[in-house]
């Protein structure tokens, strides 16, 4: 049985690229890692599904800057939970073969405070990814 999607959850999230070959490179690793398959493919972009949420990543002819800036209005960064610290640390540690360095070195893996274990990982293009630890997140 196909259970529906809960109202408001996230169905999907696009983000455009100004290299898509980067992008599959760091991102697309990243994702199928975390378990999502690759759903779509298309001369200009990907798409890679894990339950009823899908993220496309686009290289659009339509862009007007080369490289996201997270400090400017709009997308700051995504935050993935992932099943434990080892994966974490497993993330992180091959991160940098796939175009990923880590942020906040001298804090890692608590740069987001004690009470969290997480890496936070940037690419080339400037797109940052937060990869909490489902075992030492806080619960409300």
């Keep these: 049985m196909t259970r529906r999607p809960v109202s408001g959850t996230l169905h999907h999230i696009e983000i455009w690229v ?14 199928e890692s975390m378990g ?5 493919s298309w001369d200009n972009g990907r ?3 894990l339950g009823a949420t899908y993220l496309v990543f686009e290289q659009s002819p339509d862009l ?7 400090c400017r209005p709009g997308l700051n960064h995504l ?3 992932v099943e434990g610290r080892t994966a974490v640390d497993a993330l992180a540690d091959d991160a940098e073969r796939h175009g990923w360095r880590l942020m906040f070195s001298d804090r890692h893996p608590h ?10 990982m940037e690419n ?8 909490v630890a489902i075992d030492a997140s806080v619960a409300d």
């Design 79 to 81: 935050a993935f939970h």
């Design 64 to 70: 007007t800057a080369d490289q996201h800036d997270r």
């Design 36 to 40: 999502y398959e690759l759903s779509q």
């Design 124 to 131: 080339k293009d400037g797109f940052e990814v937060e990869l």
């Design 18 to 31: 100004p290299d898509l070959d980067r992008a599959v490179h760091s991102l697309g690793w990243l994702l």
């Design 47 to 49: 798409s890679w599904q």
């Design 111 to 120: 740069a987001g405070g004690e009470q969290q274990y997480a890496a936070y």
